[in-house]
C-alpha cells in the first residue's frame, strides 16, 4: 500500500532521474514541490488529460518555470501525452520536454515560463478571463464558465518587480478564483535569500488585498488540503497560500541549499536519496499501483462529460450565447466581420481631414467595440494621451462583464497580463503605453512573440514629434527593436486609411503580435485609389510615382509620409524620375512574393532614399549601403515639434538638398 508521500515521491524520483541523464535541470524545485502539487492534482485539479483543451478546465502555471520537471512528470503520471521516453528525452533537440515549459511543445502547458515572475503575471490575465466569461455567459444553473487558475512560484517570482504589479492589480479586482502557492524555501541560486531579500510575505500580500494562508507546512498533505479548502471559500479575493518548503527534499547532502536549485544531484546523491526516500525502483521505473492512484484520464473524462451535458442543455435554452461562446473560444471572427470593415473603410471620408493617428485608432475602436465582444483592452494610465476608451468601454472594476482594463502604471504587468489573457481564449487583448514605454514591458512582448499570442499593442507617441516632453519620451531605438523580434509584426501607419488595415490585420493575425505604432499630432490625410488602399495590406505599396521606371525610390513611414511626398514633387519640378513606396509594415512586405517585393522595389533601382524619425540603422535593409537615411542617431530634445524636425533634419528643403548632393 503506497502512502502519499510515495505518490509525490514519483513526482521526486522522476525529476531528478531525468535531470541527470539531460546533465542539466533544476531538481530542487520538484522534489520540494512535489507534496504540494500531490495533493493538488490529485484532489482539486480540474483537468482532462485525454483533451488538454477542454474550455473549462483548471488553469495551472508553474511560475518558476525551470523547475519544469515537476510538470513534466506531473502531466505523465497523469496521463497526458507525455511519455516515459519522453521524461528520457528532457532538454534534448524536439523532444516534448524542454528546459522550460514552452506551450505548443507539450500537451497540458497553459503558457511558455521561464522569466521568472511573467508565469504569474499571465496566470492573472487567465483570472481576468475566466471571471469576465463567467459573468458574460453564466445563467442559473448553468456555470458553462467555472474554473480556477493555480500558480506556483518561488522566491525569484516574489522578488522581480512584476509580482508587484500583477498581484497589486490583482488583489484591486478581487480575482477570488486565483490561488496562488508561494514555494519559501529561502534558497535561490546564490544561496540563503535572506542577505538580499528579507520581506514579510504575508503583510504584503495582505496589503494587496489577498487572502493569506501563511506558515503551510508544505510537506504535510493535510495542512496543504486545508489551506486549498480555506481559500477556495474566499470567493472575494485571490489566495497565497504560503508553503515553508526544503529545496530539494529528499536528498540527504544537498537539500535546504543552492547546491540542489541549478545542478543534477550526481549519480552518488541520487543513490542515497532513493535510500532516503525509500524509493527501491530503477531509474525512470514507476510501479503500476502508483500509476493507477495518479491516472486522471477516467476521472477528467467524467468531468468533461458533466460539462457537455450541462453545455448541451445550455445550448437549447440560450442558442444565441452558446453558439457566441463557441465563436469566441474557436477564435473566430463574426460572418459579417470583412463586410462590415470594409463599410467603415467606405465611410472614412466622413471623418476630419488632419486627425493623429491615434484619434484614427479610436475611431475604429468605435466600430471595432461594436462589432468584437471578444475585444477587451486597456492602457497603462495614458487612456486619455493612448484614446484606448471608446463609448462602449465598461471597466471589469465595476462590470464584471465589463470590456476595458485600468491597468495604472504597470507597463510591465499589463503586456503579460495581456498574454495570459489571450492565452485562456475567449478575447482579443489589446494594451496601450507611450513607444518609449515599451522598455518598460519588453521583455513580455518578447513572450509574446515567442509564444505566438494574439496580442495588439498600441504605441502611441511615436517620434520626436511629441515634441515638448523631450528626449525621456521620445523613442528612438525602439520602433527598431520591435522590428527586429521574430514573429513581431510591427505597423507604423501614415494616416486612418493605414490606420484602419492595420487594426484589421492586428485583429485577422491569430500567430503573433501586432504593435501599432501611432502618432501624438494630427497627419495629413491622404487620398488613394481602391488599388493602393488594397495594397496597404501587403505592408508597402507605391504611393506616388511620374513615371514607370523611376530613378530614385524614397520610402517613408507614418508622419514623414507627408515629407516625402513633398519632397517628391519638388524633385519632381527639377526633372527626378522619382516614386514614394509607403511602408507601415516592413515584415508584411517582406513575407510578400518575390514579384511584388520587385515591382515595388526593383533592384535595378540603387538611388534609394528612406525616411523616418528613427534609428537610421534599420533602413540599410532597404536602401543598400549606398543609400541615403534620413533618421535619427541621437537622443531627441525638447522642444515644439516642427521646431524639432527641423533640428534634426526633417524639413522638405534639407531633404531636398541631401538628395540633390548624394545622388
Known amino acids: 500500500m503506497y502512502s502519499e508521500r510515495d505518490l509525490a515521491n514519483a513526482i521526486r524520483v522522476l525529476s531528478m532521474d531525468a535531470i541527470q541523464k539531460a546533465n542539466s535541470g533544476h531538481p530542487g524545485t520538484p522534489m520540494g514541490m512535489a507534496d504540494i502539487a500531490a495533493v493538488l492534482w490529485r484532489n482539486f485539479l480540474k483537468h482532462n488529460p485525454t483533451n488538454p483543451l477542454w474550455y473549462d478546465r483548471d488553469r495551472f502555471v508553474l511560475s518558476n518555470g525551470h523547475g519544469s520537471m515537476l510538470?513534466?512528470?506531473?502531466?505523465h503520471l497523469t496521463g497526458y501525452d507525455v511519455s516515459i521516453e519522453d521524461l528520457k528525452n528532457f532538454r534534448q533537440m524536439n523532444s516534448k520536454t524542454p528546459g522550460h515549459p514552452e506551450i505548443g511543445s507539450t500537451p497540458g502547458i497553459e503558457i511558455t515560463t521561464g522569466p521568472l515572475g511573467q508565469g504569474l503575471a499571465s496566470?492573472?490575465?487567465?483570472?481576468?478571463?475566466?471571471?469576465?466569461?463567467?459573468?458574460?455567459?453564466?445563467?442559473?444553473y448553468y456555470n458553462i464558465v467555472d474554473h480556477y487558475t493555480w500558480v506556483f512560484m518561488g522566491d525569484g517570482c516574489m522578488m522581480e518587480g512584476i509580482s508587484h504589479e500583477v498581484c497589486s492589480l490583482a488583489g484591486t479586482l478581487g480575482l477570488g478564483k486565483l490561488i496562488v502557492f508561494y514555494d519559501k524555501n529561502g534558497i535561490s541560486i546564490d544561496g540563503e535569500i535572506n542577505d538580499w531579500c528579507n520581506d514579510d510575505t504575508a503583510l504584503r500580500?495582505?496589503?494587496?488585498?489577498?487572502?493569506?494562508?501563511?506558515?503551510?507546512?508544505?510537506?504535510?498533505?493535510e495542512e496543504i488540503r486545508n489551506a486549498i479548502i480555506e481559500s477556495k471559500s474566499v470567493i472575494d479575493r485571490p489566495s497565497i497560500i504560503i508553503c515553508n518548503t526544503i529545496i530539494g527534499f529528499g536528498s540527504p547532502n544537498k537539500s535546504g541549499t543552492e547546491e540542489s536549485h541549478g545542478a543534477p544531484l550526481g549519480e552518488k546523491e541520487i543513490f542515497l536519496t532513493r535510500k532516503v526516500l525509500k524509493w527501491s525502483y530503477e531509474p525512470f521505473q514507476i510501479p503500476d499501483e502508483i500509476y493507477e492512484k495518479w491516472n486522471a484520464t477516467d476521472i477528467g473524462k467524467s468531468r468533461e462529460e458533466i460539462w457537455n451535458k450541462k453545455f448541451n442543455e445550455y445550448k437549447i435554452h440560450y442558442p444565441d450565447l452558446a453558439e457566441e461562446y463557441i465563436r469566441r473560444m474557436k477564435r473566430d471572427l463574426p460572418n459579417d466581420w470583412n463586410e462590415k470593415i470594409n463599410t467603415f473603410l467606405e465611410k472614412l471620408k466622413e471623418y476630419p481631414?488632419?486627425?493623429?493617428?491615434?484619434?484614427?485608432?479610436?475611431?475604429?475602436?468605435?466600430?471595432?467595440?461594436?462589432?468584437?465582444?471578444?475585444?477587451i483592452g486597456g492602457s497603462a494610465d495614458l487612456a486619455p494621451s493612448n484614446l484606448t476608451m471608446w463609448s462602449g468601454s465598461l471597466s471589469i472594476k465595476n462590470h464584471l462583464s465589463g470590456n476595458y482594463i485600468h491597468y495604472g502604471v504597470r507597463e510591465f504587468g499589463m503586456?503579460?497580463?495581456?498574454?495570459?489573457?489571450?492565452?485562456?481564449?475567449?478575447?482579443?487583448?489589446?494594451?496601450?503605453?507611450?513607444?518609449?514605454?515599451?522598455?518598460?514591458?519588453?521583455?513580455a512582448v518578447r513572450m509574446a512573440a515567442l509564444m505566438k499570442t494574439q496580442q495588439i499593442l498600441i504605441y502611441t507617441h511615436d517620434s520626436i514629434g511629441l515634441g515638448e516632453d523631450g528626449p525621456t519620451h521620445q523613442p528612438i531605438e525602439q520602433l527598431a527593436s520591435l522590428r527586429f523580434t521574430p514573429n513581431m509584426s510591427v505597423w507604423r501607419p501614415s494616416d486612418q486609411i493605414e490606420t484602419v488595415i492595420a487594426w484589421k490585420y492586428a485583429v485577422e493575425r491569430k500567430n503573433g503580435p501586432t504593435a501599432l505604432i501611432l502618432s501624438r499630432q494630427n497627419l495629413f490625410q491622404f487620398s488613394r485609389t481602391k488599388l493602393q488602399i488594397n495594397n496597404i495590406e501587403r505592408g508597402g505599396y507605391i504611393f506616388y510615382e511620374n513615371v514607370t521606371f523611376p530613378d530614385l525610390i524614397i520610402i517613408s513611414t507614418g508622419s514623414e509620409l507627408k515629407i516625402a511626398l513633398d519632397v517628391a514633387k519638388i524633385l519632381d519640378s527639377i526633372g527626378y524620375k522619382i516614386r514614394v513606396v509607403s511602408m507601415p509594415s516592413t515584415d508584411v512586405f517582406d513575407q510578400q512574393d518575390l514579384f511584388y517585393r520587385e515591382n515595388v522595389l526593383p533592384s535595378v533601382v540603387s538611388?534609394?532614399?528612406?525616411?523616418?524619425?528613427?534609428?537610421?540603422?534599420?533602413?540599410?535593409?532597404?536602401?543598400?549601403?549606398?543609400?541615403?537615411?534620413?533618421?535619427?542617431d541621437t537622443f531627441g530634445d525638447s522642444a515644439p515639434a516642427e521646431q524639432l524636425f527641423n533640428k534634426f533634419g526633417f524639413s522638405v528643403e534639407n531633404i531636398v538638398k541631401k538628395i540633390k548632393l548624394f545622388f
Open 71 to 75: 510538470l513534466y512528470s506531473l502531466l
Open 123 to 140: 496566470a492573472v490575465g487567465m483570472a481576468i478571463a475566466e471571471r469576465t466569461l463567467a459573468s458574460y455567459f453564466n445563467r442559473s
Open 205 to 221: 500580500f495582505k496589503s494587496y488585498h489577498w487572502h493569506v494562508v501563511n506558515n503551510v507546512d508544505g510537506h504535510a498533505p
Open 353 to 375: 481631414e488632419n486627425i493623429a493617428t491615434r484619434k484614427a485608432s479610436q475611431n475604429i475602436l468605435e466600430i471595432l467595440g461594436n462589432l468584437l465582444p471578444e475585444l
Open 415 to 443: 503586456t503579460a497580463i495581456s498574454n495570459g489573457i489571450a492565452h485562456h481564449g475567449g478575447f482579443i487583448p489589446y494594451s496601450a503605453t507611450f513607444l518609449i514605454f515599451v522598455e518598460y514591458a519588453r521583455n
Open 607 to 632: 538611388q534609394r532614399v528612406a525616411i523616418e524619425a528613427s534609428m537610421k540603422d534599420f533602413w540599410y535593409k532597404y536602401v543598400g549601403l549606398k543609400g541615403l537615411i534620413i533618421g535619427m
